[in-house]
């Protein structure tokens, strides 16, 4: 997103869990993504990757130059980051339990047919025991801190000062997890974790996080 909202060009390239992290060690020294290459640098995590192109295209400023806001800013990203992501993986991984079909549609797309469809036959719940148990708690959280968001979205379309930031970025990012943007395709788009997409005190944090999808694609597509 950070590249879209700078008019960069980039080429992405997907990473199967597993076997594909392999690759992702021999270049980062490190296993997760995303991990950015950028002629000779490599760079892995998310807030670095940020930072970096924050230097090399001060155009739009997504981190202020006003102390007060990039506080702001470093504090949303930074929940965003953790508490945001460890909360939407969880709840995603309880919704893939008990639906199949975003179970299949989560799989990565080079994996084989007969290993999809063994996935798919997995009665929807065999694990909603243990992950009811690590959800406790956490949803109530969760969905106080989404209505917060929701409520600020309602006042003014950028979560810090009077233009887009990291933060607002960060945030949209994560949603992505709780509910799939246009831009996930079919069969994931719109789908989501019941209770949390479908939810009403949260439908214009979700048309935002769409709108702000809207607006980076015609960034890219200016750039073209
Ligand atoms: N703090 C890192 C977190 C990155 C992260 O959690 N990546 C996940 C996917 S979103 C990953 O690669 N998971 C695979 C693993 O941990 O093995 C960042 O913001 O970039």
């Not at 392999?22 to 950015?36: D, I, N, T, Y």
């Amino acid at each position: 997103m950070v590249l879209q909202a700078k008019g960069l060009s980039y080429r992405t390239v997907d990473v199967t869990p597993g076997i594909g992290q392999v690759a992702v060690f021999r270049l980062s020294g490190q296993r997760q993504v995303p991990v950015l290459v950028d002629g000779d640098t490599v760079l892995a995590d998310s807030s670095a990757i940020a930072r970096h192109l924050e230097d090399r295209a001060p155009d739009p400023q997504l981190i202020p130059s006003d102390p007060r806001l990039a506080a702001q800013v470093h504090l949303i990203e930074d929940w965003a980051d953790t508490t945001l992501a460890a909360a939407g993986r969880a709840a995603l991984v309880q919704a893939a339990a008990l639906d199949a079909s975003l179970r299949v549609a989560l799989l990565p797309e080079d994996l084989p047919a007969p290993v999809r469809s063994v996935m798919g036959a997995i009665p929807g719940g065999w694990v909603n025991s243990v992950s009811e148990l690590v959800q406790q708690g956490g949803r109530a959280d969760l969905l106080a801190s989404l209505e917060q968001l929701d409520a600020s979205v309602g006042t003014s379309p950028w979560l810090v000062g009077g233009s887009m930031s990291l933060a607002d970025l960060a945030v949209a990012s994560q949603l992505s997890l709780l509910r799939f943007p246009p831009s996930a395709g079919s069969p994931l788009a719109g789908k989501g974790i019941p209770g949390l997409s479908d939810h009403p005190g949260l439908q214009r944090l979700f048309q935002w996080r769409d709108q702000l999808e809207l607006k980076l694609m015609e960034r890219t597509l200016e750039e073209v």
